[in-house]
């Protein structure tokens, strides 16, 4: 594999997974404007203890997962993120003030995904800006529906998850 | 370090215990909630990942001064350790040929993406192999975009998009690195593989291609690849030893194509050893199923990365006919003799089989019309005594009877039920011009397939009215290309003569309703060949296929064989979707006449 080298900036997709039994697992997909992938990142599960629950209380989705997951996540990347989309409400309510302003994705119906905030606070203080800021994103992206790249995020979580444990098979076209 | 709620100097046994307790330290402001808590003196976090915030509490609910030490517990929360994991993937130039560069292009797919925004509903989506096993790499493919993105966004223009079936099939190849594409005919399997082709040209995964295919076809995928690939330059394998030595070596070229009867001649030079390709395209790669032949041993030995077979029909007489193929894919990982369950196991990865009726539900239905028609009294005669004669004299080669001898009287009797040698008599070719007359008045095109061209010149002279074109064998194939096009454009010309051999892969003759089979091929799977030379994608209406056997003959008894082995093999391959096309053995060629092979008596069929 080659390096990302060609790229001045990339976009962010992020998001966390929670499962009871392993706790959160961030992952932060950089793509190119035509959406294809440039880095992903993926942390270790993180299962905060009853203590943790406790003590943090209802401050603890937002501080883990807005601020230490996402945060470490987007430290790792590569390229400086021109943009970052999650489809987290906690990555907005958790994230420090980053250069690289969240912005919300979240689906209205099956068919269709629309960016609610950019960011959150921005968009419950000045409506028009959300106007501006998504016919700026699509200028920028050429991903028809934004909650796409969360399903790949997912899905690569799951791959990693999994890969530990897949059994080595033979390779016809090794042979050859 | 720890906040002190208690009075300093306070020592010894107390009714106030105070516990104390760790915890990361958040680097920004946070909410109300926690800035409240002023009270506690907080130590200031080095950084926030390492940082730890201790707390101390009074457990005991007292908080007289005066009274004694409280006693205190003590307890860290410890930070929550993370850990990141990076994969970082090569960023693929959009257009490794064009006028634009890639970050050009880039932008300019992005804005088109923009202006051509619709609500795409369907996502196909490479998944990656199971003998892929690096994490990295099957993350590369797993976090690729849909492929309808590539035409929603005109990275890559396609002249038509394609249907959700073909975006499945390159999804399917584009992550494989030995793979079998084996859809029914008509389905575009030529389509799938140039678009494949393309994207890995364009993602600079593959700079080498090699396409192997039939010589008739070279042409055919000429014009594909014109209309699918026209930014990819492409170079034929054609001319002089001189000429081909130097195409064989032309880097400008990405990909190369050659046809399997030049492999025998340039042996030397695609095989020598600084030779090497990233991808070798089989089509109709049923060519190499015999594993003793020259054509499979060339292709196997050639150098290259990935390999893909495309046929229509990877199973054409027995299931050693995969074995065969795989070689090509990897040499011994099918053997012959394998249980066809193990083998439908073993394959199932690496072949991808949809026949039409799975895919294209607006697929325009396929009608079949089998005509049994009793021979005319002269056919009846001639072949009565063909075959009494033929068995006696085959009954009387004994053990020395092989399954040529056999075969020789299958012909012989085939063609008598085509015409009557000493009088031409036809009952079927009066079957057939009864039916072209409708198909000519209703101002429709149909073609007619025979195994020999001899049947096909006695066919013509009856037939003048139907302005009938020939295609096979003995046609220059420099002519072959204007034959086709007078047959699509001149409205007097109704029908199309062709041979099994010549004309079963690779036409797109969609324009036809009707196809005749006046004789029957040993083989189904040629035939579905043959017929889907008009039942196709882009056909503009049902498509009525006659098969003409004639009665109590023993055309009908292969019919019937065929049959029977059709449906036993679409049992057996139902889980992989591999075709259930198959010929004849050589004890069910005996069986035709109830004859003992040398190796001992066998049933004979029907």
Known sequence: MSSTKGSETGIGFVTVVKSEELGYVGGLLVVNPLGRPLEFHATAPVKPSRAHEILYGATLEPFLVGERIVGALTEAAKLPLRLVLTDRRE?????????????????????????????????????????????????????????????RIREALDEARKSASRPATRRPGEAA | MSGELLPRGVEGDSLLKVATFAWPMPSSSRGAERRDDSAIERPRAESRHAGQLDFAVDVTGGGCGEVANPRVASMKIAALPLKVRSFVFPEAPSFAWGNKGSDGADRDASANGARRRSKLKRRTRMKPPTDV?????????????????????ETIRFPFEPFPYQFEGIAFLYPRHAAILADEMGLGKTMQAISTMRLLLHGREARQILLICPKPLVSNWRREFAQWAPEIPIGVIEGDAAKRSWQWRQP??????????????????????????????????????????????????????????????????????????????????????????????????????????????????????????????????????????????????????????????????????????????????????????????????????????????????????????????????????????????????????????????????????????????????????????AHRIGAAGSV???????????????????????????????????????????????????????????????
Not at chain 1, 114 to 131: K, M
Not at chain 2, 575 to 596: H, M, R, S, Y
């Open chain 2, 252 to 533: 400008g070229t990405p990909i190369k194509i050659a046809n399997y009867e030049l492999l025998m001649r340039d042996r030397d030079e695609v095989l020598a050893p600084d030779l090497h390709f990233d991808l070798v395209v089989l089509d109709e790669a049923q060519r190499i199923k015999n594993r003793s032949g020259t054509t499979n041993k060339i292709v196997t030995s050639i150098r290259r990365t990935r390999s893909w077979a495309l046929t229509g029909t990877p199973v054409e007489n027995s299931l050693d006919d995969l074995v065969g193929i795989f070689d090509f894919l990897s040499e011994g990982y099918l053997r012959p003799g394998m249980h066809p369950r193990t083998i439908a196991r073993e394959v199932r990865e690496y072949v991808l089989r949809r026949t039409k009726d799975m895919v294209l539900e607006d697929m325009p239905p396929k009608l079949y019309r089998d005509e049994e028609i009793d021979l005319s009294p002269e056919q009846a005669e001639t072949y009565a005594q063909a075959e009494d004669s033929g068995v006696i004299r085959l009954n009387e080669l004994g053990d020395s009877m092989t399954v040529q001898h056999v075969f020789e009287l299958v012909l012989r009797l085939k063609q008598i039920c085509n015409f009557d040698p000493s009088t031409g008599a036809s009952s079927k070719l009066e079957r057939l011009e009864a039916d072209l007359a409708e198909v000519a008045a209703s101002g429709q095109k149909a073609i007619v397939f025979s195994q020999w061209v001899k049947t096909i010149e006695k066919l013509r002279p009856r037939l003048e009215p139907f302005g009938p074109l020939e295609y096979h064998g003995k046609i220059a194939s420099p002519k072959r290309d204007a034959i086709l096009q007078r047959f699509k454009e001149d409205p007097k010309s109704h029908v199309l003569l062709m041979s099994y051999g010549a004309g079963s892969v690779g036409l797109n003759l969609q324009f036809c309703r009707y196809v005749f089979l006046f004789d029957r091929w040993w083989n189904p799977a040629i035939e579905d060949q043959a017929i889907n030379r």
């Open chain 2, 133 to 153: 096993i690096k994490l990295q790499d099957r993350l590369y493919y797993l976090l690729q975009p849909p492929l309808e993105s590539l035409v929603s966004a």
């Open chain 2, 544 to 606: 009525t296929v006659t098969r003409m056997t004639s009665a109590n003959t023993i055309e009908q008894r292969i019919h019937d064989v065929l049959q029977q082995k059709r449906e036993l093999f679409e049992t057996v391959f139902s889980e992989t979707g591999a075709p259930g096309n198959i010929g004849l053995t050589q004890d069910e060629i005996f069986g035709l006449f109830n004859l003992a092979t040398p190796k001992g008596p066998i049933r004979r069929a029907g």
């Open chain 1, 91 to 151: 990555v907005i309510d958790g994230a420090p003030a980053a250069s690289w302003g969240p912005v919300l994705v979240r689906s209205h119906d099956d068919s269709d995904a629309a960016i609610d905030s950019t960011p959150w606070e921005l968009r419950r203080a000045v409506g028009e800006f959300e106007l501006a800021a998504r016919d700026s994103l699509r200028e920028t992206l050429a991903i028809d529906d934004l909650s796409e790249p969360f399903d």
